[in-house]
Each structure stands twice: as structure tokens, then as C-alpha cells.
């Protein structure tokens, strides 16, 4: 039985969980049923962690046996205080599509314990709130800074990761759902949500990548390039919205899609080297061929030169993983996925990559707060700037802070010669 000490909530946002919530979210992740609620408390995590949700912790005081100890939570909710940015959340169906990942889809599956934990737990979901584990507060995994590119220890711990969620993917599909795909039992749950012709966010960043293009790389200084590019760049970045549908031509995977600085976790050893990673955030993932979570892992956390350099040395490990977990499963990955099917997938969808990677980069790589500021003192114009036309916004900060013009020149530049063949 619980019982609760009249549940002291402090803070602004004391309504968003309620004391029998509470009193839930302890039962779920304590696994006891004895128990006492002293107080809780919920505070908003400085700091803009990203577009789509409030980010909050969830303290609780609880006595168990007689003893006194404190709990911290993770909790994401739709936004609270920008009426703009929680009308598109709910519209697009982001945050609805990853309650149900989270309750309908991950949980089943599973084979997230021990040295295979590859995301935080979940305690608790309801429409519009997520209640996970706090894996900073309990066992210590940290995020890197913004301008980081990832080493080879780092991404392998990365790969390791995405890896684990794949076979987990794969063991659900042929052991537990009697070969039946995702798209098939979840079809309701895995649907496009971001790359949609209706999705000013997404819209506004294909705009933004055409914007740089034409006035901030070195092909734009070309006449013929620039007219080429002018006449023809718009249709061949369209194409990303016929190559992000499941195919029966290649295995599928729940794939992850949002693999970016922010929705990674690292858990250091003492000389500070990394030992483990997990991943977050699960608003647009869907059922697709694996290579797109690789090619988005590497384009989205490292430099060009050494993705150039390396990119072989990852694939294989990617798949050396994969298979590795596979064979845990009982299955075999030589008929399930070989290393040739992914090879042949790489061309493919590399399109997703240099896509994402551009419009990513043309928020992330924004100097310091200068979301948060906007957000903050310009709350219409910051909306304008995320899901209308963020052009002005991007092109004023190629020309005013270095960091932003080397990783955004790079990415453009590269997709640029992938699409027309440039030198």
C-alpha cells in the first residue's frame, strides 16, 4: 500500500503531475508497492535542449522502510508557454507519436539492461508528458558541447548504441511477432512526421540549405553552377519525400532518425575516456532500411574529413556489431541483413543525410542562445524563423561567426557535389 505526506509541489509548473502520477512513477521505477511520498517538486532544466518539447526535472522525497532518500526524473511535455510551438507539436503529431513509440513499441521490445542499455527508461506516459530516467543524475551520462565533432571512441560507443536498438528491431520482428514488420503492426504509430510538405519546420530548413547554396558557397561564384543550381537544386531536394517510405526491396529496422549531439548521452570512466552511450528522443523515427541511422550518426556528429577518412572503418564496425547482437537473438545475420545489403543501400539514402544534416545544422550550429534570446524577447519572429522561412536568420550568421560558416559551407558544399557532381 502507498501512502502519501500531503505531497508538498513547489515551482511553477505544480499542476502538470498530479500526487497519485507521482505516487505511480514511483511504482513503476522503484518496483516496490511500500512506500511513502513526502513531497515532490518540478523545475524547468535551463537552457534550450531543443525545439519540440519543455524539458523539466521531477524531484521526489520518499521514505521506504523507514528510510529517507531522494529520486530525480526526467520529464518531457508538449511546450506550456509558446502557444505556437505546441499548435504545430500537436497538429504534426510529433509529441503523440513518441508517447506511443515509447509505450507501444520500445517497451515491448525490450533487451535495454545492464551493458546492452542503449536509451533511458520510461516510467510513465500520458499524452502530452514522458516521464523517464534522469541518466545524468543517476549514473552520470553527460552531454558533449555543440561544436563537438566525435571521435572514433565516441562513435563507436554511438554505433554500439544504434546497433543494440536495431537488433532489438530485428529480434522483435522475427522471434516475438512471428516475422511481422513494424509498418505492419504499428503502422498507426510510425508515421512521417517531419519530412512532410506540411511541415513548415522541415519546409523552412530545405529553404534555408538553398539559401546557402546560392549565396554562401564557393559553386555560387560559378555562373553556369549557380544558374544549374538555381533551375534545378529545389527538385532534386524533393526527392528526400519518395526515399523516406518503407520499402520491401531492403530489410527494415526501427531507425531512429535523430541522432544529433543533443540526442546523445556519454557515461565517462575516470581518465575521462568514454564507456557508454545512449540514445534520446524518439518523435520521428520510423521503419526504414538501417543505413539511414549510419549515415545520419556520421554526418550529423563529425567533420568531413574525418567521415572521409573513417567512413569505411564505421561501416564495418556498424555491422560487425549488428551481427554480433543478432547472433545473441538466434538469428542469422548473413540472411537477415549482410554487410552487402547495406553497402547497396548507401547511395540510396545518403540523400537523407546530407538533407537532414544541412537543416540540423542550420539551427544547432547557431552561436550560443541565440535561439533562446529570440525565444525569449521575440517570441513571433523565433516561431517565423522555425517553421516559416529561416533564410535572413542563416545567412546573417554565415557571414558573422566562423564556426557557423565552417559547418555550414561544408555540409552545403558536400551535398551539392553529391547531387550535381561538382569539383
Known amino acids: 500500500m502507498t501512502t502519501s505526506s500531503d505531497h508538498q509541489v513547489h515551482g511553477l509548473y505544480r499542476d502538470l503531475i498530479s500526487a497519485g502520477e507521482c505516487e505511480q512513477i514511483m511504482r513503476n521505477s522503484l518496483k516496490v508497492e511500500e512506500f511513502v511520498v513526502l513531497g515532490f517538486e518540478l523545475t524547468k532544466i535551463p537552457g534550450h535542449l531543443g525545439f519540440l518539447g519543455e524539458y523539466l526535472h521531477l524531484n521526489v522525497e520518499v521514505e521506504i522502510n523507514g528510510q ?3 529520486q530525480r526524473y526526467f520529464i518531457k511535455s ?26 507501444e513499441i520500445l517497451a515491448p521490445i525490450g533487451n535495454n539492461e545492464g551493458s546492452s542499455k542503449w536509451r533511458p527508461d520510461c516510467y510513465y506516459t500520458r499524452k502530452d ?50 516475422g511481422r514488420r513494424l509498418d505492419e503492426t504499428h503502422k498507426d504509430v510510425l508515421f512521417e512526421a517531419s519530412v512532410s510538405r506540411d511541415n513548415g519546420w522541415f519546409m523552412a530548413g530545405l529553404s534555408g540549405i538553398r539559401a546557402i547554396a546560392l549565396n554562401g558557397t564557393r559553386y555560387c561564384k560559378d ?8 533551375k534545378e537544386l529545389e ?21 531512429h532518425r535523430d541522432i544529433w549531439l543533443n540526442n546523445v548521452m556519454f557515461q565517462f570512466n575516470e581518465d575521462q575516456s ?45 555491422h560487425n556489431q549488428l551481427a554480433t547482437k543478432l547472433r545473441t537473438f538466434k ?11 547495406l553497402e547497396a543501400t548507401l547511395k540510396e539514402y545518403r540523400l537523407i543525410a546530407h538533407v537532414f544534416t544541412g537543416i540540423y545544422l542550420g539551427l544547432t550550429n547557431l552561436p550560443a542562445n541565440v535561439l533562446d534570446n529570440l525565444h525569449k524577447d521575440e517570441p513571433e519572429q523565433y516561431h517565423r524563423y522555425c517553421n516559416e522561412n529561416r533564410d535572413q536568420l542563416m545567412l546573417k550568421y554565415l557571414q558573422e561567426d566562423t564556426f557557423y560558416r565552417e559547418t555550414m559551407t561544408e555540409c552545403v558544399e558536400e551535398m551539392l557535389e553529391y547531387l550535381f557532381g561538382f569539383e
Not at 84 to 99: I, T
Not at 241 to 253: A, L
Not at 331 to 341: A, D, G, M, R, Y
Open 129 to 178: 508528458l514522458i516521464v523517464l530516467e534522469d541518466v545524468k543524475w543517476r549514473s552520470g551520462f553527460t552531454m558533449v558541447h555543440y561544436k563537438t565533432a566525435l571521435d572514433q571512441p565516441h562513435l563507436h560507443l554511438v554505433l554500439d548504441a544504434v546497433a543494440q536498438m536495431h537488433a532489438c528491431s530485428l529480434n522483435h520482428e522475427y522471434n516475438l511477432a512471428g
Open 235 to 255: 527538385g532534386k531536394l524533393n526527392r528526400v519525400f519518395d526515399i523516406v517510405k518503407p520499402t520491401h526491396q531492403y530489410q527494415n529496422v526501427l531507425v
Open 78 to 103: 508538449l511546450p506550456l508557454g509558446d502557444k505556437n510551438q505546441r499548435e504545430m507539436m500537436e497538429e504534426m503529431g510529433f509529441f503523440r507519436k513518441e508517447v506511443r513509440v515509447y509505450s
Open 223 to 230: 555562373a553556369a553552377k549557380k544558374e544549374l543550381m538555381e
Open 274 to 318: 568514454p564507456k557508454a552511450c545512449v540514445l534520446l528522443d524518439f518523435q520521428i523515427c520510423r521503419y526504414l532500411p538501417p543505413i539511414i541511422d549510419f549515415l545520419l550518426t556520421l554526418y550529423l556528429t563529425t567533420r568531413r574529413s574525418h567521415r572521409d577518412e573513417f567512413f569505411d572503418h564505421y561501416l564495418k564496425f556498424y
Open 68 to 70: 529517507r532518500s531522494s
Open 331 to 341: 538469428l542469422n545475420p548473413e540472411q537477415i541483413l549482410p554487410k552487402s545489403e
